[in-house]
């Protein structure tokens, strides 16, 4: 008979160090120091009776017999994951591993009055989620194999009915002995989706939103539907996100439930977009976008192409190496190809020398204008002013070209962009997948404001011209109303009028 889900769980009094369980097959096993306890039961090392060993190797796990999830982590493991079912899983798949921990055996105990359940299994070392707030973020490459170990394991449970509905950095171990493998542990959660053959119905059901780790649980989970295929590859791509970025757009939020989801919901109808401006700077994920997308389509019911998400996540295909942590360097066991890499690297720098050498032309044609106007007002300044040039009439003049030098400085100044070395350029221009940038946005990448002020400029240079070409045309007419004068007058006249030419 088992437990009642709905009952609240109550961790049980510790067993003491020492005592000897049997399991149901007969076995013995001696109940080492307690390392750890979860939200309803502990967890002790474990040595079997015939095999004393200092270096455990196995762990039980225990809890009340009338508590829910060990019995359900256990009837997973009797149905599904047996080692024999595992072992020929990996043959058939041909991988080096599955990331499921092994099962020894189970049983029940007595202790002051009260029976406990209790399950061997095999020991496991540090988890991620320690691991991540030791060093943060992981590196792209180990965020990606993660993801396709993680998808080796939901193909198998899923293909045996079951899915896990509580993935996350917690739950996922390294070995004890092989720290370079990954494990999905605690099927405490796991749910019996496709029972006999029989995909359980579409139905929503408001008592039941909200269900698992708020942060990572999907969708169909905060509206209550029951949990299915795509739930758990929604749920492995917000993990994937959550190592990669560092954070997840709704963890302001994890108080409030329904903002959770709308924020979900929003992040999945924006795709691809909504994941690739939460990339960090200077880095693409465009794979775990991708991802998502496929994820996202899927009905509910559907079986997912795991073969194809693998390939989203490892397009190189490339052999998986042992996992690295460290946030030093760029690993490239997982990585987008090579080839591919150096294209999308050289459209982009292509792209970002055009914009470059555009801002350096405009930089030097407004420096040479400056100059020639500047050059300009001084070879007025030094020119000798022939007779009349120091009228009323050639000083206004003077003052309006200077003025329109002036003008014209200061426009080329406001208009020209910054010199190339301290331009700020989008950093989407500096990530290797240019397939998702439109090349007229950057090419029409300057602002409104930019258009207003040049053209402002230009009304107020065609008015200072227009100014000073009239004041030319008065000065040069003056100019030859005087010649006339002189050369049509009589010299008599000339000498009344101009006395100091006849001296």
């Not at 209790?118 to 590196?139: A, P």
């Not at 917000?238 to 709308?262: H, I, K, M, N, T």
């Not at 459209?347 to 555009?358: D, E, G, H, P, S």
């Amino acid at each position: 008979m088992p437990p009642r889900r709905n009952e609240k769980y109550k961790l049980p009094v510790p067993l003491p160090e020492g005592k000897v369980l049997g399991d149901m097959e007969g076995k013995q096993w001696v109940l080492g120091k307690m390392i750890g306890s979860g939200g309803f039961g502990l967890i002790y090392l474990a040595f079997p009776t015939n095999k004393p060993d200092k270096d455990a190797r196995h762990v039980i796990k225990v809890e009340y017999q009338e508590n829910g999830p060990l019995f359900s982590e256990l009837k997973f493991y009797q149905r599904a994951a047996k080692k024999d079912y595992i072992k020929n899983w990996i043959k058939l798949k041909q991988l080096d591993y599955l990331g499921i921990p092994m099962f020894y055996g189970s049983g029940i105990t007595e202790f002051k009055g009260r029976s406990y359940r209790f399950m061997v299994m095999e020991r496991l070392g540090i988890d991620l989620q320690k691991i991540s707030d030791q060093n943060g973020t992981f590196k792209k490459s180990t965020v990606l194999q993660l993801g396709v170990r993680m998808l080796d394991v939901l193909e198998y449970i899923h293909e045996n009915e079951y899915v896990h509905g509580d993935i996350k950095a917690a739950n996922l171990l390294l070995g004890y002995r092989n720290p370079d493998r990954v494990y999905l542990a605690d099927y405490g959660l796991c749910y019996r989706y496709c029972p006999n053959g029989n995909h359980k119905q579409y139905q929503e059901n408001p008592r039941k939103g909200h269900n698992g780790t708020i942060e990572f649980t999907s969708v169909d989970a905060h509206k209550g539907v029951a949990l299915s295929r795509r739930s758990d590859l929604e749920t492995l791509g917000y993990c994937l996100l959550r190592w990669f970025c560092g954070r997840l757009p709704w963890e302001r939020s994890l108080r409030d439930p329904a903002a959770v989801q709308a924020a979900k919901t929003n992040l999945l109808d924006e795709l691809p977009e909504s994941v690739l401006q939460w990339a960090p700077s200077g880095s693409s994920c465009c794979e775990i976008a991708q991802y998502l997308v496929c994820a996202h389509n899927l009905a509910y019911d559907e079986k997912p192409n795991y073969q194809e998400l693998k390939k989203i996540l490892n397009p190189a295909g490339t052999p998986l190496g042992p996992l690295e942590f460290s946030t030093k360097g760029e690993s490239i066991s997982v990585e987008t190809p090579n080839n591919q890499k150096v294209v999308c690297r050289k459209a982009a720098t292509k792209q970002v020398n055009q914009m470059q050498n555009r801002l350096r032309e405009n930089s030097i044609h407004s420096e040479r204008s400056a100059e020639s106007c500047l050059t300009g007002r001084q070879v007025r300044r030094e020119e000798p002013l022939p007779g009349l040039l120091t009228s009323e009439t050639a000083q206004e003049s003077t003052r309006r070209r200077q003025k329109y030098c002036e003008s014209q400085i200061l426009n080329e100044r406001k208009s020209s962009p910054e010199k190339p070395s301290s331009t700020q350029f989008p950093n989407s221009l500096y990530e290797p997948y240019q397939d998702f940038i439109s090349p007229d946005i950057l090419n029409n990448s300057k602002s409104s404001s930019w258009y207003t002020s040049t053209s402002t400029g230009m009304e107020d240079r065609d008015s200072t011209l227009r100014e000073d070409t009239e004041a030319d045309v008065y000065y040069y007419g003056f100019i030859v109303l005087v010649l006339l004068i002189l050369i049509l007058s009589p010299s008599k006249v000339r000498q009344k009028i101009f006395p100091d030419l006849f001296i």
